[in-house]
């Protein structure tokens, strides 16, 4: 099993970025959710707010006490949250948040009136009610709404965010792939781009949707000489991050092309190749107990050929799916 780096609870890493870990290290989390401040003095964009754990909220205390400058007394610590994508462990913490934003002002004896962050994430279409995306409504007054009065400010692909104390703005990439709403930033001064959970410190990402997922990865290639280090939402953060990015793709390129050759050779029964028997064949030599999250990795590969017009599901459902290629790739 690879081993995970440890990593401080609060780590400046430029003049302009601080990292604060989530407190909620688990299998999926690595060692937690990465939570980053950007600017060089108040007030700060602060980019998502963790799972929601007790043990954060001091960390993001001391972050903002000892670490950030407090330059402008009358200028809030968080101007702006950005939320990468809706996954709980990237929102749950907004409330939390919001409370200790609120008390530090208070804390700061000042007689102006306080101004609430204004909370960022691109907005999630034609995605289902009962998807479970819906962030919790924080509490009238510990936020700033749109002009029409909605809680969350909708981020624009392109959209320039202005990095306190620096000329050069942060930028708003849409990624989708892992989720529909999944973003990176790029942060020129520090030739950096904040990939979320599109791309990790550690280990390889999931994704809801692999074709769009393949698309992301290569538009992050596409302008890889404006950057050089990966901010990831999850791990350490990485010295050489197109390398990596292009990593993930060939992966994902070599794992499709596997798939294909098995699906190439006919079956002794003549029927067509299932999710699972691809499975069987590629995993033969993995523990089966790795083999159900493989077959949603194939299924996943097979979905994006079938898009692409190169195969075609014929039958069944889940692992049973069947399969045929419409043409020899």
Known sequence: METL?????????????VRVLGQNPGKFTLQGTNTYLIGERNPYTLIDTGEGNDAYIPQLESALSNTCKLTNPNEPHISDIVISHWHHDHTRGIN?????????????????????PRIHKFPLLNMPSDSNTTIPLPPPGTYAPTVNGAFLHDLVDG???????????????????????????????????????TVLGQGTAVF???????????RLLAFQSDYTVLYPGHGPIVAEGPKLIGTYVAHRMEREAQIVSVIEKPRSDGQPWSTWGIVSTIYSAYPQDLWEGAAQ?????????????KAKKVGGEGKDVKWELLAKL
């Open 5 to 17: 780096e440890i990593l401080a609870s609060i780590t400046r890493l430029s003049d302009r970025v």
């Open 96 to 116: 939390s948040v919001l409370s200790l934003l609120r008390r530090m002002w208070d804390g700061r004896n000042k007689p102006a009136q306080f101004k609430p």
């Open 208 to 218: 809801a949707d692999l074709g769009t997922y393949i698309s992301s990865l290569h």
């Open 297 to 309: 990795s194939v299924n996943q590969h097979l979905a994006k050929l079938q898009a692409e017009g």
């Open 159 to 197: 959209q320039l965010f202005p990095i306190t104390g620096s000329p050069s703005p942060m930028r708003v990439i849409h990624t989708p792939g892992h989720t529909p709403d999944s973003i990176c930033l790029h942060v020129p001064d520090d030739r950096a781009l904040y990939t979320a959970d």
